[in-house]
């Protein structure tokens, strides 16, 4: 297995990186500040370190090409003038099209996950005014995503906690699972992610993802 993390010096990505090259896959991590995964380049040969931007295309398709899936952890500012998460899905969409790349799973927010089943979260009067923003571009990422053929998850975890694996989260399709419950480690999330790769999982699916009880 070969996977293309973007946004691989993230808390999520620095988690998949350790916790894939663990399982023996082949890791690609793509990132603007990669300069002190170098020396891990050099020692192991199933990793490679690549200094790109996810709005050079051609960059974007190098990274790509030859993987078998896609992690995106992109991220930016919260008040909606970085539009990495949005175009950056874009341009990796339009690379994965041109690669022949079908799988992906990339981090997103609890905005988009349903609030009922009308609504979005991001939708209701008491959503949190300092998320709203990070949201738009987390939904325009989806939308981007739903418009295509591609095999696509979304993971929308809440408050991210820079912790390792720990075994103590749970998931729910489309629903945060327990709404009073903010925190998740990034260990954990990186752990539901190459399992999603890996069996195949919540194919064209959002998924809620948060600590248990």
Not at 4 to 23: D, N, P, W
Not at 187 to 212: C, H, P, T
Request: proline fraction near 2%; glycine fraction near 6%.
């Amino acid at each position: 297995m070969t996977i293309t993390i973007f946004g691989s010096t993230s808390l999520v990505g620095k988690q998949l990186v350790k916790q894939a090259l663990a399982k023996d896959y082949s890791v690609t991590a793509f990132d603007r500040n990669i300069e002190h995964l170098i020396d891990m380049d050099l020692r192991n040969e199933k990793f490679e370190a690549i200094k790109g931007y996810v709005f050079d295309k051609n960059e974007v398709f190098n990274a790509v090409e030859n993987s078998n899936a896609i992690v995106s952890c992109l991220g930016g500012s919260k008040d909606g003038t970085d539009k990495s998460r949005s175009l950056g899905m874009k341009n990796i969409i339009d690379a994965m099209q041109k690669a022949e790349v079908k799988r992906i799973v990339a981090i997103s927010g609890i905005g988009i996950l349903n609030f009922n089943n009308e609504k979005l979260a991001i939708d209701m009067e008491n959503f949190p005014s300092e998320l709203k923003e990070v949201s738009f571009e987390h939904l325009a990422a989806y939308q981007h995503l739903k418009s295509t053929d591609l095999d696509w998850t979304l993971v929308c975890p809440s408050n991210i906690i820079d912790e390792d694996y720990s075994n103590n989260y749970e998931i729910k399709e489309n629903y945060l699972p327990n709404p009073t419950i903010e925190n998740v480690f990034a260990g954990d999330i990186a752990d539901f992610i190459l399992e999603a790769i890996q069996e195949n999982l919540y194919i064209n699916s959002r998924v809620g993802i948060s600590m248990k009880n």
